[in-house]
């Protein structure tokens, strides 16, 4: 799109749902979607299978329950004419035909655990490719998983297995809070449990995630923090070049710290103590001395707000700065 972000004069792009800013993330516009179905009462130049249809294939399984409510057969057009006994005859079949609450009709324990599937991608901003891997697995296992487990559990199972396979690098932390903002109660030992268990089923292989993958996404939920992104232009020279600085120090210092010295540690946490420590470097003007206005011994990114916005304890941000990261912090 050819408008700027008036916030940071940053390149605006559109989304399903949102026209957003690459750089801070503000949503600019909203985005409303047509109704995915017209109902018209006058043949006019149109034929008489005629529907108009929004433009969403992917939508089109549920065209039919957008036609007037559950179970309704006496339909009315816009404006509250009753259609003509052919067109309802028409809508009705149409209806009956596509009707989404008419194909879950005795599944409805399927179908809330799909619609919990689809609010938590939407609110882990999961993309569709995501979703399909979590609906194949399923499709999968549930025949011999179901008297196992709850459904909804072996759901979030799978759906944790896809996001490792597609490199999406969720915490298992952030799933289970998902769950919780949408009504349901799931704990993450149990969607541990429920891949283990599709595991079994599909020979599926799971990489380890490293704390580098996770040094994006970290820096991607602190650029949506406002008061943060004020504080940072303050004190820096420039803002887009202090986080390219902030990551580049964050990945020397893991570059410095092996493998094999890690440990069991967490390497969400560890990326987010990095993180601390590159900001304390930059601060002190030991790398890129140009970033920062002024020298200083703290930076900007301190460990209450690290542990505030990444919704992690901060004594366990602080017990990984204080054996892992500062003793780096001191070579430099």
């Known amino acids: ?17 949102d026209v957003v800013c690459v750089n801070c993330g503000l949503i600019a516009q909203q985005i409303y979607e047509k109704p995915p179905i017209q109902l018209i009462s006058s043949e006019g130049s149109y034929g008489s299978q005629y529907a108009s249809i929004s433009e969403q294939p992917s939508r089109m399984k ?14 009315v057009d816009s404006s509250g004419t009753q259609l003509a006994l052919a067109k309802k005859l028409q809508y009705r079949r149409l209806k009956s035909i596509n009707d989404i609450y008419l194909h879950f009709n005795g599944r409805q324990r399927e179908y809330r655990g799909f619609s919990l599937l689809s609010r938590v991608c939407s609110n882990l901003e999961l993309t569709d490719a ?14 011999q998983l179901k008297k196992k487990m709850k459904l909804s559990c072996l759901i979030m ?55 580098e993958e ?60 990095m993180i601390n420590a590159a900001d304390i470097l930059l601060a002190r003007h030991k790398v890129f001395p140009e970033c920062y206005l002024r020298q200083s011994r703290r930076g900007v990114l301190t460990q209450k707000k690290l542990s505030e916005i990444l ?18 912090v001191q070579l430099y």
């Open 214 to 273: 996770y040094l994006d996404a970290i820096i991607g939920r602190i650029q949506k923090d406002y008061l943060l992104r004020s504080a940072i232009l303050k004190r820096t020279s420039n803002r887009e070049e202090f986080f390219q600085y902030l990551k580049v120090v964050a990945k020397q210092l893991l570059n410095r710290f092996p493998l094999t010295k890690r440990g069991g540690r967490n390497p969400f946490i560890l990326a987010a103590a």
């Open 130 to 143: 995501t979703k399909a891997d979590t609906l194949f697995l399923f499709q999968k296992v549930h025949l």
């Open 1 to 17: 799109m050819k408008y700027k972000c008036l916030e940071c004069n940053g390149n605006l792009i559109q989304t399903d749902s």
């Open 62 to 75: 549920t065209l039919g329950t957008f036609i007037g409510s559950f179970q309704k057969k006496n339909f």
């Open 311 to 328: 919704e992690i304890a901060e004594f366990t941000l602080r017990e990984h700065y204080l054996l892992l990261a500062k003793p780096l």
């Open 157 to 211: 199972g799978a759906l944790y297995l896809a996001v490792r396979t597609r490199k999406e690098n969720i915490e298992l932390n952030r799933l289970v809070k998902a769950v919780q903002i949408n009504g349901y109660s799931i704990a993450g030992k149990d969607i541990i449990r429920s891949a283990s268990l599709i595991r079994q089923y599909v020979k599926i292989r799971v990489r380890h995630v490293k704390s």
